[in-house]
C-alpha cells in the first residue's frame, strides 16, 4: 500500500510541474497531463506527434469536478449513474467560464469526459486539484499501449513518469458518445452500444466518421501496427502473419490466437499486443481472419479496418 501511496504521489509531482505522465485504465494506457494547463496539453500534443485538431479525452474523479466544466443533461445522468466509472466518453456543452485548455477542444465548444475504473488513476484524480486529458499513450495513429513496455516502445525516456497498473483489462479504448443534441456514438469501444441504448430506451445513431472532429478516432487512418494488414482473409499468403479468433489444432510459426475458445473479450483485451508481437517478430503482412461483428466484435472490426488503411 504505501508504494502504491508514494507511486501516486510521484505522478503528481510531474502534473503539478506540468509534465507529462503514463496512466493505467481499464482501457488502455493514457499519456496524461493537466488540462487546465496550455503547457501541459502542447507537451501531449508534441510527444504523440499528434494533429491539433484531434481533440483530447479528458478524466475526472467523478460528476461533482466536471460540473465546473461542462453542462450536464439528464442522458449524460442516466448513463453515468449506470457506466461510470467506465469504458464510456461523453461528449458535452463546454461552459464558457471553464478552465479547460482551448488546445484540449480545437476550440470547439463541447469537450470528452470520461470517468475511468482503474483504482490507481482514480486515486490519482482524487489527489488532483485538476483534471487529466490523457489521450492513448502511443505516438498517433500507431497502436495503443495496454501495458508498461508498450510505452517504453513507444515513448522511451521522453516522458517522465510511468504509473504501473499492471496490463488492461479490456484492452481497447472507450465508446464515445455525444450528448450535445440527439445520442450517436463517435467511436466504437468498450462498452457494448446495446447496453446504452437499453438505458436511453433509443436507438442510437452511429456517426464514427463525422467530418467535425470532436471526438478522437475518428480519423480513417489509426491504430496502426505499421505494416500493412489485410481482413477477412481465409487463406494467409506465405510470408504474412495470421492473426485467428480462436485456437485451431493446427499449429503453426505464423499464426497467432486473439483467443482460446472464441471469445470476443478475451480478443479484444488481447488485439494490441499480438499486433505488436507480430511486428515485433519481424513479420512484413498481417492477414487477419474473418471477426463476428457482434458486440465488442464491432470494435475489433472497427480498429482492424482503420489500421487497414496503412
Known amino acids: ?123 490519482l484524480l482524487k489527489n488532483l486539484d485538476f483534471p487529466l486529458a490523457a489521450p492513448s499513450a502511443n505516438i498517433s495513429t500507431k497502436l495503443s499501449s495496454v501495458q508498461v513496455s508498450d510505452v517504453v516502445d513507444e515513448f522511451g525516456s521522453k516522458i517522465k513518469y510511468i504509473l504501473d497498473g499492471g ?25 457494448d452500444i446495446s447496453k446504452i441504448e437499453k438505458v436511453l430506451k433509443i436507438k442510437v445513431l452511429i456517426n464514427t466518421n463525422s467530418k467535425k472532429k470532436i471526438a478522437p478516432g475518428q480519423f480513417p487512418l489509426h491504430y496502426s501496427p505499421g505494416i500493412p494488414l489485410r481482413t477477412n482473409v481465409k487463406i494467409p499468403k506465405k510470408n504474412e502473419a495470421f492473426l485467428l479468433i480462436k485456437k485451431r489444432k493446427i499449429k503453426l510459426k505464423n499464426y497467432f490466437y486473439l483467443s482460446k475458445k472464441n471469445d470476443l473479450k478475451h480478443a479484444a483485451k488481447n488485439l494490441y499486443s499480438l499486433l505488436r508481437k507480430i511486428k515485433k517478430n519481424g513479420y512484413r503482412m498481417i492477414a487477419v481472419e474473418k471477426i463476428p461483428n457482434i458486440g465488442i466484435g464491432k470494435t475489433i472490426n472497427d480498429r482492424l479496418n482503420r489500421a487497414s488503411r496503412y
Open 167 to 191: 496490463k488492461c483489462q479490456i484492452g481497447v479504448e472507450s465508446t464515445i458518445i455525444n450528448l450535445t443534441s440527439k445520442p450517436s456514438i463517435l467511436r466504437l469501444g468498450g462498452l
Open 1 to 123: 500500500m504505501k508504494s502504491i501511496q508514494s507511486n501516486i504521489k510521484k505522478a503528481k509531482k510531474y502534473l503539478v510541474k506540468k509534465h507529462c505522465v503514463a496512466v493505467p485504465t481499464e482501457t488502455v494506457y493514457g499519456l496524461a497531463g493537466n488540462a487546465y494547463s496550455d503547457i501541459s496539453i502542447k507537451k501531449i500534443f508534441k510527444l504523440k506527434k499528434r494533429p491539433l485538431n484531434n481533440p483530447l479525452i479528458v478524466h475526472y474523479y467523478d460528476i461533482n469536478k466536471l460540473q465546473e466544466d461542462c453542462y450536464i443533461n439528464d442522458n449524460f445522468i442516466k448513463l453515468y449513474k449506470k457506466f461510470s466509472p467506465g469504458p464510456i466518453t461523453f461528449i458535452l456543452k463546454l461552459k464558457k467560464k471553464s478552465k479547460i485548455s482551448k488546445f484540449v477542444t480545437n476550440k470547439n465548444k463541447s469537450l470528452a469526459v470520461r470517468f475511468p475504473k482503474h483504482r490507481l488513476f482514480r486515486q
